[in-house]
């Protein structure tokens, strides 16, 4: 259940990210360690209190400790405004645009799902590269997306059970086991 | 309410001017414009638990900030270029309790002796306002000895033969060195350079009530999870023990008000917004090479001098792919590092003649590898390509690199100062940055960045490349001009002669005796080495001179070393 796109946003969000990094044998690819649910909690992030912008410390729990990873930061007036102002954009409201108005970027991926339509979601795959090969600058802002929502903590909603990091070889946060002298020198 | 002192930034800088303050018996009040996540909010005598080994809150989410919507920089290369050519991040230094220092990977040399008096050894370059320093090493050795000790400082002496003369050893031994480093260094002493390891603000072993690194490898722009790093949080937990320390983050210093050749306080915006003034006896002014001229002009504290001579170092990065993988994820970032590019030879003398220069310095070369899997996944292309890519991982697992830190020299034009039009989110002038190299810069990076790359083909690499930051043509493969460097030095010389240098010898602001600077803007070379001991060394050594007190001899801050 997305938390902030509409359903069908979501299902061509899902469609995008299969295309940016499609699976390949048993390594998942996007749209199997949830990418799009971490772009749509990062468009959603002041649905909830606090917001999903800074995940807790120290630990994850993932290699010892506490899992605190999921205590997400309150933020401060400032980075609030900040946040906000990435996210829904200036609106007119004139304390965030001190330098000029900005394009949220829930604006920016409504608009660039809708120019893709729900349709994108059946054609075939070469006809899906083309489209996303015609809006450049929407893929550019995705895969961004996609790259942390693949190798992200989980937290943040992508990288699903860790499966973006086992599916490189890669171990996640590490503290407070860390690495061994021997781990760190040897080949 | 008047103090002794107020202290402007909490990086490494004003964290050493306070510890030396508070120990002298002073009042000080810090302000620092980022938010704490260094030391507890309940008992500041005590680390936080913020820190964490995530990827999207410290590289991609600007949790140590500054954020670049709310506190933008301009950049230029120079004035051909209009007003400015680039708004974001420019030399983005934490802004945070601790500063630069949580984020740093730490490595943390001192200079050398000739570092201080280049211009009467080597003699003038064209165009650069070469000049001696107003101290000498011997001046500066025993508050190096006090920083190494006070930050916790992991080193081995006499690995380094270039290295200055030191009065006693390292606090700590070396801690590991990294797999690839292993390799590189055998390479480049095979081909006769004299790699070593690495001097590390990072504990190698227990010390002073902290623990051992345990090699977690999100190191560099992380910060500590367990606090094993030499960043400000010995110096800081040391001074808010005292009891006569506040400190106030979320709090920018908007303006140093003077008067009749004196500071007599600051005014300041706190986290509510509202605008508020405090009197103070003294000012220490430690915000960094890029916001501490700033806030002199937004002062109107308006020696011509102030902001220019800015130095970055001029960063040479060769890189090589090696067969193996290297894991570089593990351990610190660097872990050897080699200077001869610093001492020359007569290859390098040979290419500054042919390049029509009188003489030629690289800097300091670290040894390091790749680590994060985002920043790896963000420069592979998207498509049937990127998961093979990422499982083979050349760019992460395989990339060896070498990252000279090469000496700058202080060129009037390189410079910080108030960008015309673009404004913070507190409707204060943003500081615009215009810099690029000279042929110096360039001569130095094309003739050891060919060197490096023999060397990681020694290593066995079987592709190099070399590029440069700040991006140029000259030197191929560069791609922006804006330097990415850490590193940001220069922008308020010290001298004996107000018309030639912004502060004294002790960091005085020549013209207002009871204003200190206490970070790297005072340096009058960049040399080829990391500005942060250095700084540490002189911000104390400056406190010292404005509390009337010799420096204290200790051992770790905390006593159980
Ligand atoms: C990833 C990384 C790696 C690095 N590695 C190394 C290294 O290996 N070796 C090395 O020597 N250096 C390294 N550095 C550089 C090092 O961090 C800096 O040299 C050091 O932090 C500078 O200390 P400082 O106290 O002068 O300034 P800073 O650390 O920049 O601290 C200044 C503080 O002042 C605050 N401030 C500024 N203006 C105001 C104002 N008007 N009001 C209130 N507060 C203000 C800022 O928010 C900031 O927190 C690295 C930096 C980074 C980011
Ligand atoms: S590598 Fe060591 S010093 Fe660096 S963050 Fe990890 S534990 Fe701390």
New interface residues.
């Given amino acids: 259940m997305p938390v902030w796109l509409t359903d069908q946003e979501y299902r061509v969000l899902e469609s995008v990210c299969a295309r940016l990094v499609p699976a390949i044998g048993a390594r998942p690819g996007a749209r199997e360690v949830g990418a799009a649910d971490y772009i749509d909690r990062l468009l959603g992030a002041f649905l909830f209190d606090p917001p999903l912008i800074w995940a807790g410390g120290p630990t994850s729990g993932r290699a010892g400790g506490e899992a605190a990873f999921g205590r997400f930061h309150r933020l401060t007036r400032l980075d609030e405004l900040a946040w906000r102002t990435r996210i829904e954009g200036s609106r007119g409201i004139p304390e965030r645009e001190f330098n000029g108005p900005v394009a949220g970027l829930q604006q920016r991926y409504r608009e660039g799902l809708a120019e893709l339509g729900p349709g994108f979601c059946d054609l075939p795959p070469e006809e899906q590269d083309a489209a996303l090969r015609g809006l450049p600058e929407l893929v550019d802002l995705v895969y961004g997306h996609v790259c942390e929502g693949m190798y992200g903590a989980p937290e943040y909603g992508g990288n699903r059970d860790g499966a973006g990091w086992a599916g490189i070889g890669f171990a996640g946060d590490v503290q407070p086991r860390g690495w061994t002298d021997a781990e760190v020198s040897g080949p | 309410m008047t103090v002794d002192a107020v202290v402007i930034g909490s990086g490494p800088g004003g964290s050493a001017a306070a510890d030396v303050l508070t120990r002298a018996g002073w009042s000080v009040v810090i302000f620092e414009k980022g938010?704490n996540h260094l030391l507890d909010p309940g008992d500041p005598t005590r680390p936080a638990?913020?820190?964490?080994?995530?990827?999207?809150?410290f590289m991609?989410?600007?949790?140590l900030g500054p954020?670049p919507?709310?506190e933008?920089r301009t950049f230029r290369t120079g004035p051909e270029e209009g007003e400015r050519s680039h708004?974001g991040e420019v030399n983005s230094i934490p802004s945070t309790v601790g500063g630069g220092g949580t984020h740093a990977d730490g490595k943390v040399p001192r200079f050398r002796e000739d570092d201080f008096r280049l211009l009467s050894t080597l003699g003038p370059q064209p165009e650069a306002a070469g000049a001696d320093w107003p101290i000498a090493y011997e001046d500066l050795e025993p508050y190096y000895a006090e920083a190494e000790r006070a930050v916790g400082v992991a080193g081995e002496a006499g690995a380094n033969p270039y290295a200055a003369w030191r009065s006693g050893p390292y606090p700590m031994p070396p801690?590991?060195?990294?797999?690839g480093a292993?390799l590189s260094a055998a390479a480049a002493e095979k081909l006769g350079l004299h790699p070593y390891p690495a001097p590390t603000a990072a504990n190698s072993v227990p010390y002073d009530g902290r623990p051992a690194?345990?090699?977690?490898?999100?190191c560099s722009f992380f910060g500590c999870?367990?606090h094993a790093k030499g960043d400000p949080v010995a110096l800081l937990t040391r001074v808010m023990a005292t009891g006569r320390a506040e400190l106030r983050p979320?709090t920018f210093v908007s303006r140093i008000r003077t008067s009749g050749g004196r500071a007599t306080g600051v005014d300041f915006i706190g986290?509510?917004?509202v605008e508020r003034s405090m009197g103070a006896r003294h000012v220490v002014v430690a915000g960094g090479a890029v916001e501490t001229p700033r806030l002199l002009l937004l002062s109107g504290i308006e020696h011509p001098l102030v902001g220019r001579h800015l130095m970055v170092h001029f960063q040479t990065i060769a890189v090589g792919m090696m067969a193996?993988r290297l894991?570089s994820?593990?351990?610190r970032a660097v872990t050897h590092v080699h200077d001869d590019a610093i001492v020359g030879d007569e290859a390098s003398r040979r290419a500054a003649r042919e390049a029509g220069l009188p003489w030629m310095r690289g800097g300091m070369v670290e040894h390091g590898g790749a680590s994060l899997?985002?920043v790896e996944?963000?420069i592979y292309p998207?498509?049937?390509a990127?998961?093979?890519l990422?499982?083979d991982?050349p760019l992460r697992e395989r990339l060896w690199a070498f990252i000279m830190q090469g000496e700058d020299l202080p060129y009037p034009d390189n410079r910080v100062d108030l960008d015309p039009a673009?404004?913070?989110?507190r409707?204060f002038p943003v500081a615009r940055v215009t810099y690029r190299g000279r042929r110096h810069e360039l001569a130095a990076s094309a003739h050891h960045g060919e060197r490096l790359q023999a060397v990681l083909r020694e290593m066995g690499a079987g592709w190099t490349a070399v590029t440069t930051s700040p991006g140029t043509r000259h030197v191929g493969g560069g791609t922006t001009p804006v330097p990415e460097s850490r590193h940001v030095i220069g922008t308020t010389r010290m001298g004996t002669d107000p018309a030639t240098s912004v502060v004294d010898s002790w960091g005085r602001v020549h013209g207002l005796e009871n204003v200190v600077v206490a970070d790297s803007s005072v340096f009058v070379t960049a040399s080829g080495y990391g500005p942060t001991l250095t700084l540490v060394a002189l911000a104390a050594r400056a406190a010292a001179g404005l509390a009337g007190t010799t420096l204290p001899v200790v051992g770790p801050v905390n006593g159980s070393g």
Avoid at chain 2, 60 to 63: D, G, M, N, Q, V
Avoid at chain 2, 422 to 425: I, K, L, N
């Fill in positions: 938010r638990a913020d820190y964490s080994n995530d990827e999207i809150k991609h989410r600007h949790f954020d919507f709310l933008p708004v801690g590991p060195p990294m797999y292993t690194c345990n090699n977690c490898g999100y999870p367990i979320e986290p509510d917004g193996q894991h994820q593990r351990g899997p985002i996944a963000k998207w498509g049937e990127h998961q093979a990422m499982a991982s673009v404004r913070d989110v409707g």
